[in-house]
């Protein structure tokens, strides 16, 4: 968001796009069936919540009110 001056042009340019991981699923997957469900996870970014959070939640079922969330 910005603030428009009076004779002062503006562009607005998309720098970067966010986007999920190719292998996002089946990395988790693996994970969860080599190590079961984790006590902890944290995210660095929005973006990581945006595309991991659904697939933990269908992994852990019932487990996933064990798993302590931190977002940095």
């Known amino acids: 968001m910005y ?6 042009p503006l562009e607005s340019v ?5 986007a999920q991981h190719k292998d ?3 990395s988790l997957s693996r994970y969860f069936s080599q190590q ?4 902890s996870i944290v995210f660095f970014s929005p973006s990581g919540v ?4 659904q697939h933990i939640q269908k992994l ?3 487990f996933i009110h064990h798993i ?4 940095l």
Do not use: E, M
């Not at 603030?3 to 002062?8: E, F, N, Q």
């Open 36 to 39: 079961g469900v984790p006590a």
């Open 14 to 18: 998309t720098v970067y796009q966010t």
């Open 3 to 8: 603030i428009p001056i009076p004779g002062v």
């Open 24 to 26: 996002l699923q089946g």
């Open 60 to 62: 852990s079922g019932d």
């Open 50 to 53: 945006k595309f991991c959070l």
């Open 68 to 71: 302590k969330v931190s977002s």
